[in-house]
């Protein structure tokens, strides 16, 4: 990356800096505070090094910290004197020894400004590769242009898992993505078996994670300033990549709606999404897709669920098209059977990613035709909403949709807790009072199917003591176990507890 000559800062009046000994015609590409004995794993050459000299205890670490430095191929060292009064001569000594330029930061000149006037030559950089995108080139280009400039590897990489742009050699997949969701920082560091790398999130960060783009460096002297100008290059095209999703994505939710409601047939909406990419006569499949935000409780509304189906879809590397439907988002995928038959599993993939920040609720259809896109939709709408009712799961195939499960999704909320409450209450009551373990033993006691010795021995009770507490069960909610209504009822009740305000 083009820099600032030493020579320049040196002449600085608002500086101050002083040169103690070696060259000024050295290019600064760079700043790196430190305060580390020997910071070589953290340096890529060229950089300014700043330091307040705490590591040093007596000659012998000047000549180590110089000698690392001297290694690294910095450009100059900058010794601060506010720790120790003024510059050491062992240390001007040193660097004299290796040839290296050292200036002395005077008390009154923080290490933050000095490092805002470095990085003020870099920000012309910045606008090289805004001009070079305006001119049509790609992202790859972008950040091919940005590596030479930086002196390291650059990517973008999507909080998904994809590797949208850049050289070979990106950082592991698996332990960066997963990293980058352990921390909810705009830019930070993650440390892999390919070595620390460094990333800034692309755009406003309000988008879950999963969701986001990430301008990723090899962790080295890069500075946050660059990295965040690179992040904000790579925005422009995020928004044209966005603004391009949401134009097919008008054109097929109006379509699908139309689907929905009688008013167009299968094979007009078919035609309209090949006119989106779709590839006509394909197998396709269809995904709902609603995003549960924790601490409100509620789905988090249909234009942010696109907005998260859109990246999730780009991931799979499947031709498809999303758009807000309802209180959710859907997304056609048209592929061949085997490819299709994985989605599942990639979107039980995106749903772990994304972790406690959001909850994704998934519903999949069957693979079918065009023909059968109507029922396509339908199904993965009801998958979906059993995946919004049942915590076990986040995703859903239409193969639940033979369950008990689908027809409690589908009864309001407000009657599946007044039907739990009813049937289980008073011996949720009981316990609480008691100090009891009954619904624990219905649970039990209907998962063996009614059998009192499979029950007695996954209790450890003896099968007289199991009997008792049955007898008290029906007492209590005034049902008998021996009756199969009485056990259908009680089951589907227990289907619900886990929704029972804590």
């Not at 999130?201 to 990723?216: H, I, M």
């Not at 758009?323 to 061949?336: I, T």
């Amino acid at each position: 990356m083009s820099g600032v000559q030493l020579s320049e800062l040196v002449a600085d009046p608002g500086l101050g800096l002083t040169l103690l000994t070696g060259p000024a015609d050295r290019e600064v590409r760079g700043v790196y505070i430190t305060d580390l004995l020997d910071p070589r794993r953290y340096l890529r050459g060229g950089e300014l090094v700043l330091t307040g000299l705490m590591w040093r205890t007596g000659p012998a670490d000047s000549a180590e910290f110089v000698a690392a430095l001297a290694d690294a191929g910095v450009a100059a060292i900058a010794a601060g004197t506010a720790w120790l009064g003024s510059t050491p001569p062992d240390l001007v000594e040193a660097c004299r020894r290796h040839g290296m330029s050292l200036v002395e930061v005077p008390v009154a000149l923080s290490f933050g400004t000095l490092s805002e006037r470095v990085m003020a030559a870099h920000r012309a950089a910045g606008r090289e590769w805004v001009s070079a995108l305006a001119a049509g080139a790609d992202l790859d280009e972008v950040l091919e242009l940005a590596a030479a400039e930086l002196g390291t590897g650059c990517w973008v990489v999507s909080g998904a898992g994809a590797v949208l742009a850049g050289p070979p050699g990106a950082p592991a997949h698996e332990e960066f993505v997963h990293g980058l969701h352990e921390s909810s920082a705009t830019s930070g560091s993650v440390r892999t078996s390919r070595g620390d790398h460094r990333f800034h999130a692309v755009g406003d960060g309000t988008d879950p994670r999963v969701a986001q783009w990430f301008v990723v460096v090899r962790e080295s002297a890069v500075p946050p300033a660059a990295l965040a100008e690179l992040a904000t290059v790579v925005a422009l095209v995020r928004s044209r990549v966005d603004q391009a999703r949401s134009i097919a994505g008008r054109s097929v939710e109006s379509a699908l709606r139309r689907l929905l409601d009688g008013t167009s047939s299968a094979v007009e909406v078919a035609a309209r999404l090949d006119t989106v990419g779709l590839p006509a006569g394909e197998p396709l499949r269809v995904v709902q897709l609603s995003v549960v935000r924790p601490e409100r409780g509620a789905t988090a509304g249909s234009a942010l669920a696109a907005t998260v189906l859109r990246e999730l879809a780009a991931t799979t590397g499947l031709p498809s098209v999303a758009a807000p439907l309802g209180e959710a988002a859907a997304a056609v995928f048209a592929d061949d059977e085997g490819q299709l038959s994985a989605l599942p599993d990639r979107f039980r993939e995106f749903a772990a990613l994304a972790g406690g920040e959001v909850r994704l609720c998934a519903g999949i259809s069957d693979i079918g035709t065009a023909d059968g896109l109507r029922s396509a939709v339908e199904e993965a709408g009801h998958a979906r909403r059993l995946a919004e009712h049942d915590p076990r799961s986040s995703v859903v195939t239409a193969d639940a949709l033979a369950s008990h499960e689908v027809l409690l999704a589908s009864v309001p909320e407000e009657l599946r807790r007044s039907y739990r409450d009813k049937l289980l209450g008073p011996l949720i009551g009981y316990d609480e009072a008691h100090a009891t373990d009954l619904l624990r033993t219905l649970r039990v006691f209907l998962e063996c199917s009614g059998s009192w010795s499979r029950c007695a021995a996954r209790l450890h009770l003896h099968v007289n003591t199991l009997r008792y507490r049955i007898g008290r069960i029906e007492q209590i909610t005034g049902r008998k176990l021996g009756n199969l209504s009485a056990r259908v009822d009680f089951h589907l009740a227990l289907q619900l507890i886990d929704d029972r305000p804590s």
